[in-house]
Nanobody, 122 residues
Framework: QVQLVESGGGLVQPGGSLRLSCAAS????????MGWYRQAPGNQRELVAR???????NYADFVKGRFTISRDNTKNTVDLQMNSLKPEDTAVYYC????????????????WGQGTQVTVSS
């Protein structure tokens, strides 16, 4: 099976920074797109940033210029550097990965981490 384990959440003041990390482990033949989503209370889960295996990135408009996503394909990890945090960034942040588990079958599927709480408050 595949596991995604996140770390790095916490409480930070407005204007501060946090770095989230996510490590994928288990039966992984190929790690395709990885990304971060978030969900605030009463809201739907929304995309924050995604990165392809080749390093192409995509950001939600509300984080452009403040957040940076990166990955290390040798370690099967994806990070999210969050700067200039705002109270509206408060949410549970989830790691996502599209993973092909088999060298025989081409199908891949999405996996989610358990989520890590980010709270931006003074």
């Amino acid at each position: 099976q595949v596991q995604l384990v996140e770390s790095g959440g916490g409480l930070v003041q407005p204007g501060g920074s946090l770095r989230l990390s996510c490590a994928a482990s288990g039966r992984i033949f190929r790690l395709n797109d990885m990304g971060w989503y978030r969900q605030a209370p009463g809201n739907q889960r929304e995309l924050v940033a995604r990165i392809t295996s080749g390093g192409s990135t995509n950001y939600a408009d509300f984080v452009k210029g403040r957040f940076t996503i990166s990955r290390d394909n040798t370690k099967n990890t994806v990070d999210l550097q969050m700067n200039s945090l705002k109270p509206e960034d408060t949410a549970v942040y989830y790691c996502y990965a599209d993973i092909r588990a088999s060298s025989v079958y081409r199908a891949s599927r999405g996996y989610w981490g358990q989520g890590t709480q980010v709270t931006v408050s003074s």
